[in-house]
């Protein structure tokens, strides 16, 4: 059973305040946050335009089927419109991306309901959108296919392979002597839904070509967005221009969680296109919420079997994993999203004989993209509840099962790479377990649901326990290849601007860089500002996806902050100098050369950074990981049954914490988002379309869902490749909750588990039936 460790042990291993930092580890006032909280801030639907034309897309309310024709019937002045067809386009109609499988408009074969088969644009809002009701597509339709099951059996070929991606991982078998071995064997199968990103603000786009003569002169788009450089190279090829000939400006943006990074690519070009065919008015394309759920990305449903092999005394011995996902119409960041997924499957135990593979197949259904997590909560979903299956079946408590099993310092991962991180999971688990009570919380709650049997109550209560790990930065050499930059200027004030691609979409990036260059710079925060991603001015620091902001990024601020700082001695800056004598030196400077300080710093990897071998899938797959405990506690009620988070505990380790109520709100957030993926988000899907595509009826956590959160950071010893020591935080947090509450579920329920989610009512219902006869 649980020992509790020496209180002297939990003090040493718990973050406390640096008295050495200044500005970090402090909350600071977000440099955003009053224009946004006062209404100031420009989002894309309130930047002002002249002289433009709303564009609308015209979309395929068939799954699969050739398109024949597109006419546009009697009762609109169509004369006054712009239309642009597949046949217009003046370069490559290919979205950049991964592969070039998917075209900016379709030419012949539909692939999925809303693919986008025309673009209209008008100056009358209002009468474009009853232009849409005055379009007759003219399609062949063809059998069509929709779960990963018909697309392993071929029942229709899609493109030259349904299967799109196959990776593996470990083993390349598990052979009968290492099965012979095991005492005991556990197989399970766990499927997840897809899930909607439902950030605040819609899509939207303003695109505007400028031309030379009849020649295209610039590519202009304004957006909200989280990758405003993968918007170039999509643009360059659609009109066959170089990339000085785009420029993106990233907007204030709602939200993103992954569905702003590759599809903004989309709207980009149908909005310059409209606007190239229109001879360079200005286009605005703001989706509505309907048509928001109906045509963007959603998170990649998966099918996972996990087959694992115990010894007597509860350890793994053997684990085989099957992960599939349906990547939908087309394949977008489908090999990433699978890639991940694969690299967090075997959760964060160890185990000598593992073998995993991870397929994609494609589908008739909306193309699946990026969401918070990039396919490691379906992973994570998979392994964590089946922990929690074998402990019912073993007999064992789950958080024993778990310490039996947790990673350790100098351990290999089935990649090879070895655990050289001094990590303490047990240490993570037993400040869990002491913050929840765990063992006197499950005791008491098998009282309690024994008691409510016995009296005829309608109540069950149930506790859930999920650890996992998350990888920080994209894997491997993926950093190194993408070869990312950060710029600052100084000013003869002594205003610093931190010049970076990295979006701000409410995470906290803004505060985070302004705290670093602070803390460096030794000047105050009021002095410091990060400049809105302009492609035409700052240099391409990667996407703001993978956790790799604060890790990746922030540390390029700090060490351009530096590079700033060597540049100012050279004219004078001691090293024991006050904020004014940083003006002062930033003065000489610009007396002395008559120009902006302007200093650029590459990503460098850490020098004995393991090699990655993309091929073989073997090294170093992340240079850091963070980690998480969540226990979380639900009652199900089986008059109407439904299940509720009450309780909800999280103790987090992520390096060091730069900014507490940012990595709070991360924490909080992430937690809050998986709650919905595992009891409440249904994407319904009816020939791969959303059906449920509005508020009314895509449920999602309230507040009045949420339980209040119990949030500790603690740190392990950690080599400085972050800022300050810190990690990436912002996927963590989403990975395993969803398990945790399932888990929880089926404790209410007498270990009858549910193993596919969202967990519905009418899910919890066919259980209590099976459980109790209600």
Known sequence: MHIPRKEEEIVKRTISRNDDFRVLQHNIKRPEGIDKVTGKAIYIDDLQTENHLYGKTIRSTVAHGILKNIHFKDGIPWDEFVIVTAKDIPGKNVVTLIEDDQPYLCEREIMHKAEPLALIAHEDKH??????????????????????????????TLQQSNLTNEFHVGLKEISEDVWTECDQIIEGTYETGAQEQLYIETQGIIGQVDFDGDAIKKVSVWGSMQCPFYIVKALMPLFDVEETQVRVVQTETGGGFGGKEEYPNILSGHAALLSWKAGGRPVRMIYDRQEDLWATTKRHPSKITIKTGFKSDGTLHAMDIDLNLNAGGYITLTPLVLSRALLHCWGPYRCANTSANARAWLTNSIPFGAFRGFGTPQAVFAMELHINKCAAELNIDPAELRRKNLL??????????????KIDLDFLLDRSLEKSDYVNRRQQIEQFNQSQKSSGGLKRRGIGLCMNFHGGTFAGSGETHMNSHVAMTLDAKGHVDILAGQVEYGQGTITTFVQIASEVLGIPVEWISKHQPDTDVVPDSGPTVASRTTIVVGK???????????KLSEVGLNKDYTANEFQQAAQAYHNKHNELLYVKVKFEAPPDQLEWNEETYEGAAYAAYTWKCDILEVEVDLVDYSAKCDKFISVVECGRVLNPIIAAGQIEGGNAQALGFGLYEDTVLQEGGMANNQYTNYIIPTTADIPEMDIEFIEFPYLDYGPYAAKGIGELPIDAPAAAVAAAVAHA??????????????????????????
């Open 408 to 421: 350790q310092y100098g351990d290999t991962m089935p990649t090879g790479q070895v655990m050289d991180e």
């Open 749 to 774: 329920m007498g270990n009858h588990f549910i193993c596919d989610i969202p967990i519905l009512p009418e899910k919890i219902m066919v259980v209590a039936e099976q459980a109790e006869g209600i």
């Open 127 to 156: 009468l474009v959108e009853k232009a849409l009701n005055y379009v007759e597509v003219e399609v062949e339709e063809l059998p069509a296919i929709f779960s990963i099951e018909d697309s392993q059996q071929n029942k229709v």
């Open 556 to 566: 390029m601020v700090e060490r351009c902050s530096q590079a700033l700082l060597k």
